[in-house]
């Protein structure tokens, strides 16, 4: 006997249904171990973490105008960087 036109609907928000169960639990998953991870580093070493990169950027292999772009967008991440502490 051939499946309804109903039926067929009823399977195909079913099978919708569990695949995205399966995926929202997936994410929610990776989104926990991330966040795991990420207590994690900051139980293990939370002074070098908080530090962050130290050094400054300096362009002297570039000449030109491209030497004074990377500068420019150095600068810029700079200022931001100082801005916007963490």
Known sequence: MDPTVS??????LVL??????IVYGFLLLLVAMLFGMSRLAHWIAP?????????????TDLDGPEGRRVAA???????YRRRHPG
Do not use: F, N, S
């Open 73 to 79: 967008i150095g600068a810029a991440v700079a200022q």
């Open 7 to 12: 039926e067929l609907l009823i399977d195909a």
């Open 16 to 21: 919708m249904a569990v695949g995205m169960t």
């Open 47 to 59: 002074h070098e973490l908080a530090a962050g990169p130290t050094g400054t950027l300096r362009v």
